[in-house]
């Protein structure tokens, strides 16, 4: 039996158009222009106040009109007319709600005139979530060739029920009021459940497979498979900056249809983007879903989750719970012997641990985690632990102990011939040397350490790296050297527009100037 439907309820304010406005609505999207509404006036009226000079309502109204030039205005006006008594007699409130009943009644029509493949599209799209369609995307969904889908969607966007996000775009858009007062059309008798959940199925593995795609161009998954739908790391990255609603949107959709294994798997996948790109709250939000998929079905991915949930909470300031999932991952991955992946969330366990502050327990974890790479072999993860190591010395003082860890950074990441990694150790090493009054050391290392974010072509960090060799110089009482240090820390931050930075620079230079005056 049909199912009773439930009234939609919508409470924004649509502004309907005066009698001349709807006229002219119909009239413009007509082949004959006005000229034919003219001919039947008193039905125009009629027809326009059916839509309740709602512009969306008029537009489908005229191009239900264009699809058929010899239907009478009088004739739709009277379908129009039936179709808003039917929807109200099988609403179980008896009525569609006070902004949608002529939307929803001319929609409804226009669905009924649709061709098979355009309907069956239209049908699939309302049934599931996301703000924007790729045409690839809804080819994948409704399982037909390009060039089917592609006739599909331009018959839609004639007949109003969609529009093209842009001209040339390739990518359409639903009409919040279209979806609303179609919902109805998602849950029709006639869309079978089988073609919607195999729908799903496509969605996911479509939105999946290209994630991970996008995810090789980024260079966060050197083991994904072929990267063949994007030409480059702009194009990657510019498709899911596009797509990240509606791939947030699949992961939920994953999970609430029991569909686990996938929402995890893309959940992961996807965090390294939102990741990269500080879309901490978003990323939050999909692990926390993953997290409670894995612990009711999936437990061998429960240290994976916690591990990039810890990430999300540390992004978004939520530090003692990125601690209690950090330090829970960890127990996993050591309980399961996976003893790499364990090292690496003791890093990122130290680095939370940094941000509060804690930083003998920063110095004990990273030394658990450097003998962990010790132990697997993976020398560059040892350069990152020995660095953020350093650092935790240094702020307990221990200058001598973080000279030594950050000497070693500098080797590991010249063995695995990372020379940017190496230049932000000698930096680091530079500023250690100095705080333990090793002033001609620590200018050799800031030295190395600017030539090495040149070559690398990071200003920032040569401004960095200048800016305190300058101040080396000054304790060293070389002022001459300072002041071409500062003036070059000055300009490399210019050059970056980093104007914050570059003001510091030129106070260290005023002072430099001043001593140098007062001898």
Avoid at 197 to 222: I, K
Avoid at 297 to 310: Q, Y
Avoid at 398 to 427: N, Y
């Amino acid at each position: 039996s049909r199912r009773p439907l439930t009234g939609l309820q919508y409470t924004r304010q649509i502004s309907a158009l005066g009698n001349a406005a709807r006229i002219a609505v119909l009239g413009a999207a007509t082949p004959a222009g006005s000229s034919r509404l003219q001919n039947e006036e008193a039905g125009a009226l009629r027809l326009a106040g059916l839509c309740d000079g709602l512009p969306l309502a008029l537009r489908i109204a005229a191009a239900l009109l264009n699809s058929d030039l010899a239907r009478q205005v009088n004739s739709l006006g009277d379908d129009l007319a039936a179709e808003r008594r039917r929807l109200e007699q099988t609403t179980q409130s008896g009525r569609v709600g006070p902004s949608l009943p002529s939307i929803a009644a001319a929609a409804t029509l226009a669905y009924r005139d649709l061709d098979k493949d355009s309907a069956r599209v239209f049908r699939l799209m309302l049934a599931h979530s996301g703000p924007r369609w790729p045409t690839s995307l809804a080819a994948s969904l409704a399982a037909l060739p390009l060039s089917r889908t592609r006739e599909a969607l331009d018959h839609l966007a004639r007949a109003c029920l969609i529009q093209e996000e842009g001209l040339g775009s390739d990518r359409w858009l639903i009409n919040d009021q279209i979806r609303l007062a179609t919902a109805l059309l998602a849950t029709d008798a006639t869309a079978e459940t089988q073609d919607a959940e195999e729908a799903r199925d496509r969605l996911l593995a479509y939105y999946l497979h290209l994630t991970q795609a996008a995810s090789y161009h980024l260079g966060h998954r050197p083991d994904a498979a072929e990267p063949e739908p994007f030409a480059s790391e702009l194009e990657a990255t510019a498709w899911l900056d596009a797509e990240r609603p509606n791939l947030v949107a699949a992961v939920k959709m994953a999970a609430q249809t029991g569909r686990h294994q996938i929402a995890v798997h893309l959940s992961i996948v996807l965090s390294e983007y939102l990741y990269s790109q500080r879309y901490f709250d978003d990323m939050l939000m999909i692990m926390s879903i993953s997290l409670a998929a894995v612990r009711e079905h999936d437990h061998r991915n429960e240290a994976a989750v916690l591990t990039t949930l810890g990430v999300a909470l540390q992004g978004t300031g939520r530090l003692d719970a990125a601690v209690t999932a950090q330090l829970n991952a960890a127990a996993v991955f050591h309980n399961t012997g996976d003893r790499h992946d364990e090292g690496r969330t003791l890093t990122n366990l130290a680095l939370t641990l940094q941000k509060l502050g804690q930083f003998q327990l920063v110095a004990q974890v990273q030394q658990d985690a450097i003998a962990v790479f010790r132990e697997t072999g993976d020398r560059h993860a040892e350069a990152s632990g020995l660095n953020t190591l350093g650092l935790a010395l240094r702020r307990l003082e221990h200058f001598e102990a973080a000279v030594r860890a950050h000497q070693d950074a500098v080797s590991a990441f010249q063995e695995t011939g990372d020379r940017h990694g190496e230049a932000r150790a000698l930096s680091n090493l530079g500023l250690a040397l100095h705080q333990a009054g090793r002033l001609e050391d620590a200018i050799t290392a800031l030295q190395d350490a600017a030539i090495a974010y040149r070559e690398t072509h990071d200003r920032d960090g040569e401004g960095t790296s200048m800016t305190n060799l300058g101040l080396a110089f000054y304790d060293a009482d070389r002022l001459e050297d300072a002041v071409a240090a500062q003036q070059e820390a000055a300009a490399a931050f210019q050059e970056t527009g980093d104007q914050d930075y570059v003001a510091i620079a030129r106070e260290n230079l005023e002072i430099v100037k001043a001593e140098l005056k007062r001898r």
